[in-house]
């Protein structure tokens, strides 16, 4: 039984699905995606999720990132998966994720058909109430959690967190001071380090970093900034680094995914830009662009080499 019910806290790594040119899962670069999040202090792996291209993978694809994800962290911190939409195939895969030894899921919501309040928590109540693992609910897109439906998932022992991709900070700031500690709040906006300044204060303290995929030294210096208050730093990673990615982000659907990839081969970390329709490759002129912006962040902002042991 999972007694660490608990959700984890700081910097969540939230690595990609590698793909081959020929449109192939790469286990092995996923591995090296990985293990490059572990070597940088990221709290937690979350595979298979938005950022892993999660609706685009067939269950084998789905299966080898779980065991790859366990595997490359061995224990080192948890590792939770993502399930959602089909409330069957949630059901399927949050038994693989138990099977193959994750710590927890992340419930993406159900799609296209909109519930009722009480439709929304009987979703998530069952989802995880279906192992013992820890399960994280997702509200973003047409899901907005209402404080009758957190009371009824305040219940469930398996759910340890929220986490917010609608940005709504009214109901934030009701939900998070309705049930304070019973839930982990965790900030899930596309790049989370725009609003994490106004999170913090409402009782968040996780947050979903997209660019920690290939600049995570800089998402750590300004999280540490935001912590201790230091606005001249955080004001400078703001100008110089997260608006400027953030504006290019904003330019297509479908970047905050591709983005990733892209600024992964510039910064030298070869997965390749190959992603699953829907969702597109950056545009040239954009990626030219993120490859100043990338340039200039580590000219600013330069990774400190590790203090060596004598």
């Not at 709290?43 to 299966?63: D, H, M, Q, R, W």
């Not at 990615?245 to 995914?257: C, D, E, L, S």
Request: proline share 6%; charged share 20%; net charge negative.
């Amino acid at each position: 039984m999972n007694t660490n019910r608990k959700a984890p806290t700081g910097i969540l790594g939230f690595p990609i699905a590698p793909f081959t040119v020929s449109n192939r899962l790469d286990p092995h670069m996923l591995e090296k995606n990985i293990q490059f999040l572990l070597d940088e202090g990221l709290e937690a792996i979350f595979v298979a999720c938005a950022a892993g291209e999660y609706p685009s993978l067939t269950k084998e694809e789905y299966e080898e990132m779980v065991e790859v994800a366990v595997s490359t962290a061995g224990g080192k911190v948890p590792v939770y998966t993502g399930v959602g939409g089909n409330i069957e195939t949630s059901l399927e895969l949050a038994k693989v994720s138990a099977d193959k030894g994750a710590d927890g899921y992340l419930i993406l919501p159900p799609y296209l058909v909109p519930g009722e309040q009480a439709g929304l928590a009987e979703y998530f109540k069952i989802i995880a109430e279906s192992t013992d693992l820890n399960a994280i609910v997702y509200q973003r897109d047409n899901v907005s959690l209402s404080i009758s439906a957190l009371e009824a998932l305040a219940e469930v022992p398996q759910v340890v967190g929220v986490k917010d991709g609608l940005g709504n900070m009214e109901l934030n700031t009701l939900l998070t001071q309705t049930f304070g500690k019973r839930f982990g709040w965790l900030n899930g906006m596309p790049l989370a380090e725009v609003t994490m300044p106004a999170y913090v204060p409402l009782g968040f303290d996780s947050y979903s970093s997209a660019i920690s995929n290939y600049i995570p030294h800089i998402s750590r210096k300004f999280y540490n900034a935001v912590l201790s208050g230091d606005q001249e730093i955080v004001n400078d990673i703001y100008q110089h680094v997260i608006l400027p990615i953030n504006n290019i982000r904003r330019q297509r659907k479908g970047y905050a995914v591709s983005l990733i990839k892209a600024g992964m081969e510039i910064m030298g970390i070869p997965v390749g830009q190959t992603v699953r329709r829907p969702i597109l490759s950056v545009e040239k002129e954009h990626y030219a662009e993120m490859e100043t912006i990338l340039k200039k962040a580590m000219n600013r902002f330069p990774k400190e080499a590790p203090i060596q042991s004598i």
